[in-house]
């Protein structure tokens, strides 16, 4: 197949998209923000965003950063020239370069107090004070001069966070403003610091000066900000900026940090409805962040003028080159982010940052760019056995090097897991990325041999000079009497057979596909129990990735949990099981999924070993993990050879 002619790019695909805007003078090639999400800065620019915010700068030393009181000062004497080079790579990559401007407030780490719209003492001791005029006055002042500094050291433009519940958000928001002077109170009063912020930022860098700002539209908790509230802070506040960014949520709480940087159980571009709104209200350009998930989304919206630009945090972690080849009509070449979270500290408290189809992010210091891998010299016959997610990105990322690739699969068509995974709800993410790599090995016409069970003989005739396993992992089955009643089946086979399952249905196990396949059926009508060994649904998730689920759980009186219990039993009626107490119960039930995690094949690997030098296994079948961990192995294993 010539790949060339059957994928050939249309580069008129997207119109809208690519059409240049101009900001207060500040001319964009493109209707494409990148967020100050990630420290590569500059592979973002030269991915083909037209504005890239190259991450933040706090206002207040001391006062207003989230992650340490020691963070620096960017604009202080022996930062600037750091400073600077973020100018000069976002510039050097063909973008525009803006810096967000940002105070945590009462959430700052600090190292005596913090300070914030109202006072109290925080849960880790450390207390906020009320500000007074006194200290609104000095925190105007560092904001213009830190907004003075930015634009001293080249940046072509500002973005002021006034969302996610940091310092301006808080005197917007009733959650956190409980004042009952002229700044308290009324929306009118709740605006009064903000609005001093913006006037006074609008002095410090003139009227010919870019200031973008992000709102929370909504703050999805009980006592949040009410929309027609923001409406009326934006009304005021636009004489002073020249273009509003849309988000939503709140950072540091939890329940809200899910709507903020959503997961797939989310809509997508669920920040639409309020963008449209602002849009219809404003005369400023106004831009979108939050699950805009391919060119054809962000083209439609600004072709129906509902916003006039859309910006990217966690798609451009994913695939940096995203503008790009949306730009040269390559939608289908774009990785497609999986809104897993994994890439985002809170959702892993720092143990395990990483974007589950880039391998490079957050590993930039020793992970290429993968157009930068190279050819390999010599050319090698390598052979791939299993085609899930480790397989499928060694297979790509060989034959990029120049490889001869080979790619067995048992089954008959490529996936792996992730195709059993893809039938799920709420999963057209990884419907997306399944549908990337088959097109990626047809692109590059690797061959293929579906319907084919590897034996060793079979590879030795191969003759390969390298050999990855990727053969991924079984599915754990109790030993546990009455387990091979026929009512009881596999949670893979429970995927691929939901419609045919009863209404009763049990699942042994509340690991996250339990719980995935438990709301599944929930939403589907079905009555669900989960039985779960320890005392927390879906451990083995995210923090952030389990708060959504959770919040998913609430909505649905049809799902029951039972931690701290065991399945001891089971007949063509009943199952037994033991509850939290110790104590026998028994439920009725039409079918029994077993979700009780994997297991690796040592046995069935270890046959495939000397059969050449360079052999290794990688992904599910040495150690059952995750779509972030296969791919980094295919990725990085494919480079070694």
Known sequence: MNWQNTYEGDINMFEYLFQPIN?????????IIATPTGDDFEEKAKGGAALVIAGHAIVEPGKSSFSSADEPYLFSKYEREKTRERVLKIHRGGAKASIEIFHGGQDARVKDYAIGPSGFIRPDGVVVKEMDEQMMDETLGWFAQTVQ???KCGFDSIFLHFGHGWLPAQFLSPHYNHRIDEYGGSIENRCRFPLRILEIVRKAVGNNYPIDMRISAYEWIEDSIEFED???????????????????????IFEANVHCITTNLEEAMPNLKYAKRIKEELDIPVSMVGAILTPRMAEEIIGKGYVDMVAFGRPLLADPYWPKKAMQGRPEDIVPCLRCLNCYHIATDHWNVGCSVNPRYHNESFIPSEMDIGKANPRKRVVI?????AGLKAAITASDRGHDVTLIEKKDCLGGMLKIIANEHHKEEV???????????????????????????????????????????????????????EKVILATDAIMNAKKLGHNVVILGGGSIGCEIALELAEEGKNVVIIEVTDLLAANANLLYREALRQKFLLHENI??????????????????KDKKGLEQTLQYDNLILSTGLIPQIDL???????????????DCIKPSSIMNANFEGFVNALNV
């Not at 056995?385 to 997610?389: C, D, E, Q, R």
């Open 431 to 485: 419907q997306r990325l399944l549908e990337y790599y088959r097109v990626q090995v047809e692109k590059r016409q690797i061959k293929v041999l579906l319907n084919t069970d590897a034996n060793p003989k079979m590879i030795k005739q191969l003759n390969p000079d390298a050999i990855m396993i990727a053969i991924g992992a079984k599915e754990r089955i109790l030993p546990i009497e009455g387990i091979e009643n």
């Open 385 to 389: 056995i299993g085609a899930g997610p």
């Open 230 to 252: 923001v409406l009326y802070f934006l009304k005021s506040a636009q004489k002073y900026v020249d273009t509003v960014q849309v988000s939503s949520g709140i950072d540091k």
């Open 23 to 31: 900001i207060n003078g500040m001319i964009l090639k493109n209707r």
């Open 149 to 151: 500094g930015a634009k």
């Open 605 to 619: 690997v270890e046959q495939f070993y000397g059969i050449c030098a360079d052999t290794v296994a990688i992904g």
């Open 560 to 577: 029951h949990v039972l931690l701290n219990s065991s399945c001891n039993k089971i007949d063509n009626e009943q199952i037994w099981y």
